[in-house]
């Protein structure tokens, strides 16, 4: 008789506990319809202002929480081309939060004309340039394709190249003057160093991770110690191998 009296009180108390949980859903539901969106806050704004976000997504204040889709918005923020992430969230006391993530840039492309027009990532996304942030990053001068806010570089020997100068570091990164697009694939041009002009340096189409590293080895080894020297060209377009032109000053 004990056993089934206590299987039948715990049957009723599961079956009370399972009401107020849909009870208190359907009122917590019923509560956020009549909720409304007081306050939009952003987070991780560098070079996007607030202003193109509003913009982006579109959502006034006074609008009932629950109808607004953030996964519909965060969609939207994507679309600018400095956002690398979005997330936004709604807050119940009627504040749509925003956090966003911008895509850093690892060279600013300059056009034929010799003018700049928009920084790039190691992704091969183009960002254009703004006077809210500046970068100290290498320049690269040539043709990389039309812009497309929406589309990455499809070059690839361009994408190989900006995946290897984000993984450069500061030292390899400060002897890079220029790299300029040439009919054999990439220039990299030098910095000026001691009695050394700026020194052409042929890259070729692939494998920049590794001649960036022959290239720091090779100015460690000869160009800071033979500055009786004038280095003509340096090629690297063959694998393992340096070929250079020099003769005494």
């Not at 936004?88 to 004309?113: C, H, K, M, W, Y």
């Not at 690269?140 to 812009?147: K, L, M, N």
Request: charged letters at 25%; zero cysteines.
């Amino acid at each position: 008789m004990t056993d089934v009296r206590f299987t039948f009180w715990h049957k009723v108390g599961a079956t009370l506990l399972l009401l107020g949980i849909v009870g208190g859903g359907y009122t917590g539901w019923r509560w956020m319809e009549r909720v409304t969106l007081q306050e939009i806050s952003m987070h991780g704004l560098v070079n996007v202002s607030e202003d193109e976000v509003h913009d982006l997504i579109r959502v006034d204040t006074g609008r009932v929480m629950i109808d607004i889709n953030t996964v519909l918005l965060e969609d939207r923020i994507r679309r600018h081309p400095w956002i690398e992430s979005a997330s936004v969230s709604r807050v119940p006391s009627g504040r749509l939060d925003i956090q966003l993530e911008e895509r850093t840039p690892v060279a600013l492309l300059f056009n034929s004309a010799g003018v700049s027009s928009t920084y790039m990532d190691s992704r091969g996304h183009r960002m254009p340039a703004t006077e809210r942030a500046s970068y100290d990053v290498p320049l690269i001068t040539g043709d990389v394709g039309i812009y497309h806010p929406m589309r990455r570089i499809e070059d690839a020997s361009t994408l190989e190249l900006l995946r290897a100068l984000a993984g450069l570091g500061p030292r390899t990164e400060g002897l890079i003057s220029e790299l300029v697009r040439i009919d054999s694939g990439w220039e990299l041009r030098l910095a000026a160093s001691g009695s050394h002009d700026s020194i052409p340096v042929w890259l070729g189409r692939e494998g920049f991770a590794d001649k960036f590293r022959y290239v720091q080895a090779f100015w460690d080894a000869e160009i800071l110690r033979h500055q009786n020297k004038v280095f003509e060209l340096v090629d690297l377009r063959f694998n393992s191998q340096i070929v250079v032109r020099e003769h005494n000053r």
